[in-house]
C-alpha cells in the first residue's frame, strides 16, 4: 500500500513537470505573435511541481480510493472541488480552489477532468488548463490526456483483483497513510447524514507530532475529517488540518447515479501516446495480528 501511494506521489510530480513543458510550449506555438508566453522554465515549472503535488494530495488520496478497487456495476457522474487555505508567519493568506468532474462505469473503469491552476507566464484558460485522467483498476492502465498538447501518457499500476478487495477497507488503509497517521492517532466517529443524495458516514482522524521530532518547540495537532458512502463506494468529503501546510478540502457534489458515455473513457486517436515508466511494486506484506 505504502508503496502504490508513493509511486502516485512520484508520478504526480514527474507528470506535473511534464505538463509544464508540454503544455508551454503548446502554448508558444498556438500563439505565434509578439505577445506569444514562453515555455516554463525550470525554476518556475519546478515551483509549479510543488503546488500541484500539495493541491491534489486529496485528490490523489481519492484516486488510490478508487483505482484501489474493482467495483463494477456502480456508476456514477459527479463534480469534485479542491481548495487549499494556509496562512503565513507574516499574516499573509493563500487561496487556491481547482476543480473538476468525476466518473465511473459499470466496468469499473475511472475518469476524472481538472482544470488545473497554471504558473505565470501560462494563461488560466480551460483549453490550456485542462487534464483528464483515465484508468481501468482491472487492468491497471493509467493515462492522462493534455488536450492542448494533443498527447496522452501511460503509466501502468499494479493491478488489484475484484473480489479480493474490500473497497471500504483499502479506502480506510489510503486514509491512513496519507494523512500521514499510520496506526498511531485517534479515531472519532462521527455518524452518518446524507450528502449530495448518499448516505455518508464520518470519522475524524487526529495525530500529534511530538515536540522536537521534526525541530518544533511545540507539539503539532493534525486532523483529517472523512465522509464515506458506501452507497457509491466513494468519499465525498475530505477536509485536511495541518500547521504546517494549511487546511486542504475536498468536496463531491451534483453525484448523479447513471451511466456516462463510453466514448468518454476512450483515447483519442489523434492523441500522441508518451509512457512513464512506473518500478514494480514489491509484494505487500502481510498484517501483523
Given at each position: 500500500m505504502r508503496k502504490r501511494v508513493a509511486l502516485f506521489k512520484v508520478s504526480v510530480m514527474a507528470l506535473s513537470l511534464v505538463i509544464c513543458t508540454t503544455l508551454g510550449g503548446a502554448q508558444s506555438q498556438s500563439t505565434p505573435s509578439p505577445q506569444a508566453l514562453a515555455p516554463v522554465n525550470a525554476g518556475e515549472g519546478m515551483a509549479f511541481a510543488k503546488t500541484m503535488q500539495s493541491d491534489m494530495e486529496l485528490l490523489m488520496e481519492l484516486e488510490m480510493e478508487l483505482s484501489g478497487s474493482v467495483v463494477k456495476d456502480v456508476p456514477f457522474s459527479a463534480q469534485v472541488s479542491i481548495e487549499t487555505e494556509q496562512v503565513l508567519a507574516d499574516g499573509t493568506h493563500i487561496r487556491r480552489k481547482t476543480g473538476g468532474s468525476l466518473y465511473r462505469d459499470s466496468l469499473g473503469r475511472l475518469r476524472e477532468?481538472?482544470?488545473?491552476?497554471?504558473?505565470?507566464?501560462?494563461?488560466?484558460?480551460?483549453?490550456?488548463?485542462s487534464i483528464v485522467i483515465l484508468s481501468d483498476p482491472s487492468t491497471g492502465a493509467?493515462?492522462?490526456?493534455?488536450?492542448?498538447?494533443?498527447t496522452a501518457m501511460k503509466m501502468t499500476m499494479p493491478t488489484v483483483s475484484r473480489g479480493k478487495t474490500n473497497v471500504d477497507?483499502?479506502?480506510?488503509?489510503?486514509?491512513?497513510?496519507?494523512?500521514?497517521?499510520?496506526?498511531?492517532?485517534?479515531?472519532?466517529?462521527?455518524?452518518?447524514?446524507?450528502?449530495?443524495?448518499?448516505?455518508?458516514?464520518?470519522?475524524?482522524?487526529?495525530?500529534?507530532?511530538?515536540?522536537g521530532q521534526l525541530g518544533n518547540d511545540q507539539a503539532l495537532q493534525l486532523a483529517t475529517e472523512r465522509w464515506y458512502s458506501s452507497e457509491v463506494h466513494l468519499t465525498v468529503f475530505l477536509k485536511r488540518s495541518d500547521p504546517m501546510t494549511g487546511t486542504k478540502t475536498l468536496k463531491v457534489t451534483e453525484i448523479r447515479r447513471e451511466e456516462p458515455d463510453a466514448a468518454m473513457?476512450?483515447?483519442?486517436?489523434?492523441?500522441?501516446?508518451?509512457?512513464?515508466?512506473?518500478?514494480?511494486?514489491?509484494?505487500?506484506?502481510?498484517?501483523?495480528?
Open positions: 477532468q481538472l482544470a488545473l491552476p497554471l504558473p505565470p507566464p501560462m494563461p488560466a484558460s480551460a483549453e490550456i488548463g493509467h493515462w492522462t490526456l493534455m488536450p492542448a498538447a494533443k477497507s483499502n479506502a480506510q488503509k489510503n486514509f491512513r497513510v496519507f494523512g500521514g497517521f499510520g496506526d498511531d492517532g485517534s479515531a472519532e466517529k462521527l455518524g452518518s447524514q446524507n450528502m449530495e443524495g448518499v448516505t455518508a458516514t464520518g470519522t475524524r482522524f487526529t495525530h500529534s507530532i511530538p515536540a473513457f476512450n483515447i483519442p486517436a489523434d492523441y500522441a501516446v508518451q509512457e512513464m515508466f512506473v518500478p514494480a511494486a514489491p509484494p505487500e506484506k502481510p498484517s501483523q495480528p
